[in-house]
Structure formats: structure tokens, C-alpha cells
């Protein structure tokens, strides 16, 4: 029973304030049609870090800023990026520990799927699996939306290209060329329309999305991050691949090295 | 099918439904194998595991497919290798596949050892026989991991173990007299190659579920791989071959 009173006029929280109400559970609407929790969980997810997908010429590339807020951590943990299966991976920005149960379900999909048919799961399908399931989260009045967005990146085996989507809190998914999420997300899609995505190899998207967040991350940028990534293309033979250490940081420094630069181009422009 | 009224007056009357099996009947399970492999041969060896394994599927007697692969690698360093039902087997390899799914998954870049999947592939096999379902196959598990050759063996009721060298099926009867013989540590890959050999043209002179087409395989530090199948050498021209009615009153027997 949500606390509400009917005033003769309208539904109100039992202190009389109007409105109030419609956002204590997700199984009803506001009076303007909207779910608000749902919109809380999107507003969880722009407090976490960057998460940024390229459909590039040979292939796709996922890459997550995982914000660090122990210098006690071990680098490694806290993985943002994970394989579902040998041809698909999903990253997501958000609460980590709502990813957990995600990134379990989408593994389970993609193994019944190889199960049940003999062949890997569609990128298409896996994306609307797992867009069903969050869509189940944001029905129920005892649930909650998960606090996550989701890039999932997977192999077509029929058009023999990689794809990528995007699924939000609501549980609605697209497809993109470019796709960014996370704090500071317009000014990510910003820097990613400016990319031509068709030449850009994923090799180098990798750095070009280190240096899009090392750009858009000003504000905290004494924050430490790891930059996470997964990439499906031609050199890992279109299976999904965790990007190796060694490229994650040399492509981190050189994206620093980038923008410290501009950064001192600014500040002569200022002086 | 029983109507479910048939079957409600049979689970009453405890009567047979002449239409068939009817609820009321006990479950039943694989009783008996349908399609199978005969002989897996494995020994170990200097650089690692050998293993052969001929290409027939049996339908009972009939040889009804001659080209199947009996020995399959998993996870990087292992060779499995299956007699008995050759579907059972493909459901095994089902479940290595996703064991090499969920070692990816991970992505830790480390992969099970040859001993972890064999004990797996124990604890499987247990498990089915202990639901009365068997899975209707021996295994025999080899690889080479951390410079350490590896080879081990379930049953289809689970019953396993290591060891030098190893013989499955009518191979138990055929082969293992010839490998307790002839094997010693430390082989070479050819002295190795030449005993396994022996062993399959025993198998394949006396075995009457073999035909002449067979895969060898091996995991040594380079990791597991399986050759295309070969035929190996025979000799028809013994006397008792040739004529081998001659001077006995077997029957045509030898």
C-alpha cells in the first residue's frame, strides 16, 4: 500500500503534498505518464562512469571508465567489461552490483540458445533477451529497475559482422554506430560524432576513446580510473577479447598525453 | 497415445493400455547403447599422451557410419577420447564445450588441466549411473599441462583412474596384453606410435566392430591435437587367413 489520501480532487502523499506519490514504486504512472523510477535508476547510472561503444571498420569496441575510489583497490576488480560467451560481451556503467545478475543472465541466454538451435545467439536477440529482462524489472511493484545501462557487442554469424547495443534502465534497446552512457554522456556523444567511424580502425578507437575520457572527465580528473575494454574484430578472429593490458595502457597514456596537451593549448589561449 | 481415460482405468486397474506405454508404467532409461565406438587406446609416452580410435559407429552390428571422430581436444591441453554410445558421447562434448565457454567467460586466460576435466568427467558419469540414466560411454582423458603428461579413465558408472597406459572396450581384452608388454617409461614418439599401431591392427584383425581407418591423436607441451585418420599396415597372407578352414574341424573358424 503506498501512503496516498484522496483529497477530493487529486491522489496525495498523506502530508498533503501533491504529486509526491508517483514515484514510490514503478507500477504506476504519474499523471503526465511517467514512471519515475525509472528515471531515478537512468540518474544512477549518470553518477557512475563513462561507457562508450564504437561500431568501427573491423569491428566493434566497448570501453568503460571504472572509476577507482580506493587507491587500495586491485586494479583488475570491479571488472565493468565481460565476456557472455565466445562471441558476445556486455559492459555497463551503473551499480556494479546490479551488473552481477545481468551479465549471469545474459550467459545463461546465449549458452540455452547454443543449446537449444547449434549455432551462437544473434546479437539482435541477445539484446532484446536482455532488454526483456530489464523490462521485467520496471513492472512489478516490488521491484526496482536495475540502476545500469548495458552495451552488449556480439557476432552475426548470418551478415558475419559484430553489433552493438545499447539497453537502458527502461529495458528499451537500440542498435548503434556509436553509443556513450555514464556520466558525462552528451558530451561523450559529442566527441563521438566527430569521429568517422567507417575509416576508424579499433585499434585506434581504443585510444580515441581513452582521450574522450580523459576530455569529458575534467572535473574529477584527479580521480583515478582503469580504463576497461572488450573489442569483437577481424584480428580476434570475430570472437570477443577483453582488451590486453599492455593495449589498454599505452592507449590510457596516450589519451592522457593528448589531452594534457590540449589542455596546455587552452591555457596559452587564456594567458 | 491412452486417452486419459484409458490411462486413469489402467493406473486403477493396473492393466496393460494396448496403445501403448501408458503413465502408470515405471520410467524408463537408456538400457542399452544405439549407435557406438569400440576401442579407445591411449599410452603415455617422452613427450606426452598418444591416443587412436577407430572412425566406426556400429548400429549393433551393421557399420553404419564410418567416418566419425572419436576423439575430440578441449580446453587447450586435453584430449578426450569415447567408446560406447556415440551420441552420449556428443553430449558430452556438449558439456566440454561449455566448460571451454565458461573458462572464457572468466577470462582469466586459465583453462581447466587435463586431471580437473577427467575428474569432471568422473563426477558426471557417477552422477547419471546414480540416477539409474547412465551415460553409455568410457572415457579416456589425456593431456599435457605444466610439463606433466596426464592420463586417466571413467566407465560409464564412474569407476576411474590413472595410469601409464590405457585400453577401453574390447581393447580391455585385446590390447592391454600387447601394452602391458610392450610399453616401458619413457617411450619414443615413434616407439609409441609403433606400439599404438600394433595395438589398433590387433584390434582391427580380431575386433569385429573395428574397420582400418584410424584417428590417432596426441597432447604433448605443443597441445592436444587429432590427426586426420590413417590405415594402418595389414598382412593378409598367413596361411590360417588364407585358408583358414584348412586341416581343422572348427567350422571355418580360426
Known amino acids: 500500500m503506498l501512503p496516498v489520501e484522496w483529497s477530493g480532487e487529486e491522489w496525495t502523499g498523506l502530508d498533503g ?149 545499447m539497453i537502458d ?37 581504443l585510444k580515441r576513446i581513452s582521450l574522450i575520457i580523459h576530455t569529458i572527465r575534467e572535473e574529477e580528473k584527479d580521480k583515478p580510473f582503469v580504463l576497461e575494454a572488450g573489442w569483437i574484430t577481424a584480428d580476434t578472429d570475430w570472437k570477443f577479447q577483453l582488451v590486453p593490458k599492455n593495449l589498454r595502457d599505452e592507449a590510457f597514456e596516450w589519451g592522457k598525453a593528448e589531452f594534457d596537451k590540449m589542455d596546455d593549448d587552452d591555457d596559452d589561449d587564456e594567458d | 497415445m491412452a486417452t486419459v481415460s484409458q490411462t486413469l482405468a489402467c493406473a486403477a486397474s493396473g492393466a496393460d493400455v494396448s496403445a501403448g506405454r501408458s503413465a502408470a508404467d515405471p520410467h524408463k532409461h537408456t538400457t542399452s547403447p544405439i549407435v557406438t565406438g569400440t576401442s579407445v587406446v591411449a599410452l603415455k609416452y617422452k613427450d606426452g599422451v598418444m591416443m587412436a580410435a577407430d572412425t566406426l559407429g556400429s548400429y549393433g552390428s551393421l557399420s553404419r557410419f564410418t567416418d566419425l571422430r572419436r576423439i575430440v581436444t578441449t580446453g587447450g591441453y586435453t584430449l578426450v577420447g569415447a567408446d560406447g554410445d556415440y551420441s552420449d558421447f556428443q553430449y558430452v562434448q556438449d558439456i566440454l564445450k561449455e566448460l571451454e565457454v565458461e573458462d572464457a567467460c572468466v577470462a582469466d586466460g586459465i583453462t581447466h588441466s587435463p586431471k580437473e576435466i577427467w575428474c569432471c568427467m568422473a563426477r558426471i558419469l557417477y552422477h547419471r549411473r546414480s540416477k539409474m540414466n547412465p551415460l553409455w560411454n568410457n572415457l579416456v582423458i589425456a593431456g599435457f599441462h605444466e610439463g606433466e603428461a596426464f592420463l586417466g579413465t571413467t566407465d560409464k558408472i564412474g569407476t576411474s583412474y590413472e595410469c601409464d597406459f590405457v585400453a577401453t572396450g574390447m581393447g580391455l581384452h585385446m590390447a592391454m596384453p600387447i601394452l602391458r608388454r610392450h610399453w616401458k617409461p619413457n617411450m619414443s614418439e615413434s616407439e609409441a606410435r609403433e606400439l599404438l599401431e600394433s595395438c589398433m591392427r590387433t584390434l582391427f584383425y580380431r575386433d569385429c566392430r573395428t574397420i582400418n581407418k584410424i584417428t590417432f591423436a596426441s597432447a604433448t607441451k605443443k597441445g592436444p591435437s587429432v590427426d586426420e585418420p590413417v590405415e594402418v599396415s595389414t598382412e593378409w597372407s598367413y596361411q590360417s587367413f588364407v585358408d583358414p578352414k584348412a586341416g581343422s574341424d572348427t567350422g571355418g573358424s580360426w
Open chain 1, 169 to 205: 534502465p527502461s529495458g528499451t534497446q537500440f542498435r548503434f554506430h556509436g553509443a556513450a552512457a555514464g556520466k558525462s554522456k552528451q558530451a561523450a556523444k559529442t566527441e563521438i560524432e566527430k569521429l568517422n567511424l567507417k575509416a576508424l580502425t579499433c585499434a585506434e578507437a
Open chain 1, 17 to 165: 503534498a501533491p504529486g509526491i506519490v508517483y514515484d514510490l514504486g514503478c507500477n504506476i504512472y504519474s499523471p503526465d505518464g511517467r514512471v519515475f523510477q525509472i528515471e531515478y535508476a537512468a540518474k544512477a547510472v549518470e553518477n557512475s562512469g563513462a561507457l562508450i561503444g564504437l561500431k568501427c571498420k573491423d569491428g566493434v569496441i566497448i570501453g568503460a571508465e571504472k572509476l577507482m575510489p580506493s587507491r587500495l583497490l586491485m586494479e583488475s576488480s570491479g571488472r565493468r567489461v565481460h565476456p557472455v560467451g565466445m562471441h558476445a560481451g556486455i559492459a555497463f556503467t551503473g551499480y556494479a552490483a546490479d551488473g552481477r545478475p545481468v551479465v549471469n543472465a545474459a550467459r545463461q541466454e546465449v549458452e540455452n540458445y547454443h543449446d537449444y538451435y547449434g549455432v551462437d545467439m544473434p546479437p539482435h536477440t541477445l539484446a532484446e533477451r536482455l532488454g526483456h529482462y530489464f523490462h521485467a524489472y520496471t513492472t512489478y511493484g516490488g521491484y526496482r529497475p536495475f540502476g545500469l545501462t548495458t552495451m552488449v557487442t556480439s557476432f552475426d554469424e548470418v551478415t558475419q559482422e559484430p553489433f552493438l547495443h
